[in-house]
């Protein structure tokens, strides 16, 4: 199974950057590469695979991914209710994409 880890620049340089997950301290991290999204400053949020930065995030989609992780240590280890992972969800109604809502019908 392949998850990617949020993980907060720390120290950047050119091509690489110093990452740690910050939400959980204790100050281990990874040097990444940062080619696939250029250079970004210290307190940028990053979703690393592999010893790559993959992609950007908001604090709230680290905090959300990192939740996601939790829940999947938590289904691991047998527990069956994961909703305290996924607060964001439990409350509300599923909704479809934009590319498949129903086009509203123009005006004559």
């Given at each position: 199974?392949?998850?990617?880890?949020?993980?907060?620049?720390?120290?950047?340089e050119a091509t690489q950057a110093w990452c740690?997950?910050?939400?959980a301290g204790g100050g281990q991290g990874e040097w990444l590469d940062m080619a696939l999204i250029g250079p970004q400053p210290p307190g940028t949020w990053v979703l690393a695979f592999q010893?790559?930065?993959?992609?950007?995030?908001?604090?709230?989609?680290?905090?959300?991914?990192r939740a996601g992780r939790q829940a999947l240590a938590a289904v691991l280890r047998g527990e069956a209710d994961v909703d305290t992972y996924f607060a964001d969800l439990v409350a509300r109604s599923p909704?479809?994409?934009?590319h498949l809502r129903p086009k509203a019908k123009a005006s004559p």
């Open positions: 199974m392949c998850i990617g880890v949020p993980l907060q620049v720390v120290v950047a740690e997950d910050t939400l010893g790559a930065a993959r992609q950007t995030l908001t604090e709230t989609e680290a905090l959300q991914a909704e479809l994409p934009e």
